[in-house]
């Protein structure tokens, strides 16, 4: 089956203790993408990958790092969590940075900075 | 299930009634549009799509309508089934899959 796969789902945390919440997509796609969706706000691109080892910034960056290694994985990394990065991280990939395509976003990972 | 938005604006049909949901967005210069539907607790899913070479594309009971001039989009949902209940969010880009989203609008069906 076709998916974007994140985890961990649900995860509570303290001030300062370093995180990783993975993110894999088994359809080979290129583009890779991180969401932030906060009540009132909408989604909010964090960063963007192109493909292996090209990454950039999307309009909410502060905070957070990602890496791209492999094609398949995009892990979004808050090296010292604050909370105000309380809420809901959506995952998404797509197949064609050439055109316009579908994104398919993952279930999401709601974070709790307290 | 996962909350999407506290105060989000919110239509409430009845079942088999036809839904309209609007959008407006920003830039002018934005050639893409997508909706997308995220039912609770799931990510967002594709719906339908356009671009601005385009004033109306029709999918599988859901037209999608671009007005330019005023820059505003609208979902059309034909027949509206409980199943639809959902968070709806139109977006829009100026390519190269960088997406500028909505904050959304609840749909109720009611049966």
């Known amino acids: 089956e076709a998916q974007v796969t994140q985890n961990p789902r649900y995860l509570i945390t303290v001030t300062g203790k370093k995180l990783t919440v993975t993110c894999s997509q088994n359809m080979n796609h290129e583009y890779m993408s991180w969401y932030r969706q906060d009540p009132g706000l909408g989604l909010r691109q964090i960063y963007y990958s192109m493909n292996v080892e090209v990454t950039d910034k999307g309009d909410v960056p502060e905070g957070y790092k990602v890496s791209r290694k492999e094609k398949r994985n995009f892990p979004l990394i808050l090296e010292s969590p604050s909370p105000n990065q309380t809420s809901l991280y959506f995952c998404?990939?797509?197949?064609?940075?050439?055109?316009?395509?579908?994104?398919?976003f993952g279930p999401g990972t709601r974070l709790t900075v307290l | 299930g996962e909350s999407v938005g506290l105060h989000l604006p919110t239509l409430s049909v009845q079942e088999g009634d036809n839904s309209i949901i609007n959008c407006a967005y920003s830039n002018s210069a934005s050639d893409y549009f997508i909706w997308y539907k995220q039912e609770s607790g799931k990510g967002p899913q594709f719906i339908i799509d356009?671009?601005?070479?385009?004033d109306k594309r029709q999918g599988q009971r859901v037209t999608v309508l671009l007005n330019k001039t005023v820059k505003h989009l609208s979902l059309q949902i034909a027949a509206t089934q409980p199943g639809d209940s959902a968070v709806y969010f139109c977006?829009?880009?100026?390519?190269?899959?960088?997406?500028?989203f909505g904050t959304g609008t609840r749909l109720l069906v009611s049966p």
């Open positions: 977006a829009e880009s100026t390519g190269f899959q960088k997406l500028v």
């Open positions: 998404a990939s797509s197949s064609d940075l050439h055109s316009y395509n579908e994104q398919f």
């Open positions: 356009i671009r601005s070479n385009m």
